[in-house]
Nanobody, 126 residues
Framework: QLQLVESGGGLVQAGGSLRLSCAAA????????MGWFRQAPGAEREFVAA????????SYADSVKGRFTISRDNTKNTVYLQMNSLKPEDAAVYYC???????????????????WGQGTQVTVSS
């Protein structure tokens, strides 16, 4: 079992930045592709960003491309999401997730991720 714990959420003004972290424990972190998803009230959980097991491949939702950066440090068993130029529409609960296997291209859909954190709230004031 892989445990994931997110941190770094909070309240920020529009145009500001936040850095989310997700610490993993319980299994070999480098065996997993990692993703960030978000869910706003009344909406479905949506893909934000993903990174391959070695950090060599990243992908982003069009809505965050150029503003968010996903990265990972396998020596610290942690994945990060740097969020810049935040907009009110970025407000949501952000979840990190792990997909098994050293995939060259990490998945972008919820069902492909087996492990999930509890989420961290991001609020953006206008």
């Amino acid at each position: 079992q892989l445990q994931l714990v997110e941190s770094g959420g909070g309240l920020v003004q529009a145009g500001g930045s936040l850095r989310l972290s997700c610490a993993a424990a319980g299994r070999t972190f480098s065996m997993y592709s990692m993703g960030w998803f978000r869910q706003a009230p009344g909406a479905e959980r949506e893909f934000v960003a993903a990174i391959s097991w070695n950090g060599g491949y990243t992908s982003y939702a069009d809505s965050v491309k150029g503003r968010f950066t996903i990265s990972r440090d396998n020596t610290k068993n942690t994945v990060y999401l740097q969020m810049n130029s935040l907009k009110p529409e970025d407000a949501a609960v952000y979840y990190c997730a792990a997909a098994s296997g050293r995939l060259a291209v990490p998945p972008k859909v919820v069902p492909d991720y087996a492990y999930w954190g509890q989420g961290t709230q991001v609020t953006v004031s206008s």
